[in-house]
């Protein structure tokens, strides 16, 4: 049993990690057996993770068909964004005199990293680094229920951009707003720090339903997965 779990707890990690990062696009079906046999999965090991994915509402269940990839609707991201545009400014502000500024640096410093990788590598590793640097802002505050609530909001946000810019062929940019917020830190400027939080999230809102939008002109199967609210 406890090999089983062992098991499964991989792939839904694997499962998990290929969703967030669109190698399972967003709408698509998938079957058990196609699962089982492209990760090299047993059944009980592929239910497992299933059904963990379901939890986290990354796939739905549909009888006698399988599976679908959770969609992503235009709600979805004004929802998300919504949410950060909120909840980040409030951590960042809160956060003042607190956070571990050498930490930050090292974290927007290990955004720019440059690979000599596929695009979908170096988006993933941008947005894992990009992850770290916001959260390790909402850590600060001591606030675990905003911690996890912010946390979930950055793995959904992978996925929007995964799509976007993936698909676009182009890296998302975060110009200087992690710089800028790192010296209204240092400064203990809260006013400072929460207005560069919240024009950062709509400054990377504009940025990413522009890709996306440019996905939907581009690929016009994706029509349906961005807009099924609005036709079924």
């Known amino acids: ?51 963990r994915l379901s939890h986290d509402f990354l796939v739905e269940s549909r009888p006698r068909k399988g599976y679908r990839i959770a969609p992503i609707t235009l709600q979805d991201v004004e929802e998300i964004f919504t949410l950060r545009a909120q909840l980040e400014p409030l951590a960042a502000r809160l956060a003042v005199r607190k956070v571990d500024i050498d930490l930050l640096r090292k974290l927007e410093a290990d955004c720019r990293i440059e690979l000599t990788a596929p695009l979908s590598t170096r988006i993933d590793v941008f947005m894992n680094a990009n992850k770290r640097f916001h959260l390790a802002i909402a850590e600060a505050t001591g606030n675990s229920h905003l911690i996890r609530t912010l ?17 676009q062929g182009t890296k998302p940019e975060i110009k200087h707003d992690h710089n800028a917020m790192i010296e209204a830190f240092i400064e203990g400027d809260a006013k400072r720090v929460e207005f560069i939080a919240r024009r950062h999230i709509e400054t990377f809102q504009a940025m990413t339903l522009e890709k996306i939008y440019a996905t939907l002109s581009k690929e016009g199967t994706l029509l349906p997965v961005l807009f099924q609210e609005a036709v079924e």
């Open 1 to 51: 049993m406890t090999n089983s779990l062992s098991l499964s707890e991989q792939a839904y990690h694997t499962l998990r990690r290929d969703i967030l990062t669109c190698q399972m696009m967003p709408g698509t079906l998938v079957t058990e057996s196609e699962l089982m046999e492209r990760y090299q999965l047993g059944k009980s090991t592929c239910r497992l993770a299933l059904a």
């Open 151 to 167: 946390s979930g909001l950055m793995d959904e946000m992978a996925r929007l951009v995964a799509l976007g810019f993936n698909v």
